[in-house]
């Protein structure tokens, strides 16, 4: 897959992201995937990239979050990534659907140990 037709992710969404994060320790915002990822301590919890927004729920929690309307699996480079979900504008644009995919992704970094060199 070329870089032709990349795109850089949706303001409007990172915003509602950024918003959703606020206030909490810990929380970086990083360049990666061809768009921005929200990490804490060090450990990816969600991003936007070119198509849509993508949420890391861990594996236990993956079915769980594609049952949310508006959730699929997250497989944006060709083949499904285990443990990410993929939330589609609808998912986005209702605050219940976001929230709980947050507070999903917020609790499975949340038994990571924090990565090396992460304050």
Known sequence: M??????????????LMRDDLA??????????????????????????????AMYRVGKAAEAGARALPGVGPMAFT???MGGFVEAG???????AVRRKLCD???????????KGGVR
Do not use: N
């Open 23 to 52: 206030g909490l320790d810990g929380i970086a915002e990083k360049k990666m995937f061809g768009g921005v990822a929200f990490l804490r301590d060090g450990h990816m919890v969600c991003g936007v990239h070119s198509r849509a």
């Open 89 to 95: 504008d609808s998912a986005m644009a209702d605050d």
């Open 2 to 15: 070329g870089k032709e037709g990349a795109m850089p992710a949706d303001p409007g969404v990172l915003s």
């Open 78 to 80: 060709g083949r499904p």
């Open 104 to 114: 999903m992704a917020l609790a499975f970094v949340g038994g990571l140990p924090p």
